[in-house]
């Protein structure tokens, strides 16, 4: 079966750096393009990160440009977010895609808090 498992999520002060991971299995993962939303409390689920299938391709959202890198792995079916610098806005639950056409997939969600 399809799964998205995340991992790396915790709690970190302001400044400070985590790396996610998210392991996919059940499909064609270099087919697919890849991406990391985040929600907050009380606020919609946003795109923070979006990777394409061969990973020649990135975007990101403005508030986390020059912060975080996404990246791909696709012999090991995992995708990452390094993020740098966390400040206490980046606060939320990261959640994994997978989108191919019309078929798309979601991780379980990992809590990042950024705290002092």
């Known amino acids: 079966q399809v799964q998205l498992v995340e991992s790396g999520g915790g709690l970190v002060q302001p400044g400070g750096s985590l790396r996610l991971s998210c392991a996919a299995s059940g499909f064609l993962f270099s087919f697919y393009g890849m991406s990391w939303y985040r929600q907050a409390p009380g606020k919609e689920r946003e795109l923070v990160a979006g990777?394409?299938?061969?990973?020649?391709?990135?975007t990101y959202a403005d508030s986390v440009k020059g912060r975080f890198t996404i990246s791909r792995d696709n012999a090991k079916n995992t995708v990452y977010l390094q993020m740098n610098s966390l400040k206490p806005e980046d606060t939320a639950v990261y959640y994994c895609?997978?989108?191919?056409?019309?078929?798309?997939?979601w991780g379980q969600g990992t809590q990042v808090t950024v705290s002092s």
């Open positions: 990777i394409s299938s061969v990973g020649g391709s990135t």
């Open positions: 895609n997978a989108r191919r056409g019309g078929n798309q997939y």
